[in-house]
């Protein structure tokens, strides 16, 4: 059974970046989309970026990363990196990768989850 262990959050003033990493125990053919959603304090659940490993294929969910964070797969170290820049107060969040066959925006398309990240942006 594959399992996700999301990594590498912290607090950060804003303007300030962090890279958030998502380690498979085994990718399989099941797991070629890792997606990366956040849920902030008091709000649902939303998604942020998602990766197909397979075609390098890239998903922009919220408007409010684009030309912030980008997505990244290592293949080898079985490893999706989400990098952060430029963080703002609004960023604050549990960071959370997902796995499943496809990219999508609803978190019920994906049926395996690491643990969650915290990511703090203090001004």
């Known amino acids: 059974e594959v399992q996700l262990q999301a990594s590498g959050g912290g607090l950060v003033q804003a303007g300030g970046s962090l890279r958030l990493s998502c380690t498979a125990s085994g990718f399989t053919t099941r797991h070629d989309a890792i997606g990366w959603f956040r849920q902030a304090p008091g709000k649902e659940r939303e998604a942020v970026l998602c990766?197909?490993?397979?075609?390098?294929?890239?998903?922009y969910y919220a408007d409010s990363v684009k030309g912030r964070f980008t997505i990244s797969s290592d293949i080898a170290r079985n490893t999706v990196t989400l990098q952060m820049n430029s963080l703002k107060l609004s960023d604050t969040a549990v960071y959370f990768c997902?796995?499943?066959?496809?990219?999508?925006?609803?978190?019920?398309?994906?049926?395996?989850w690491g643990q969650g990240t915290l990511v703090t942006v203090s001004s």
């Open positions: 997902a796995g499943d066959q496809e990219c999508s925006v609803y978190q019920r398309d994906f049926h395996t």
């Open positions: 990766i197909e490993r397979s075609d390098g294929r890239i998903y």
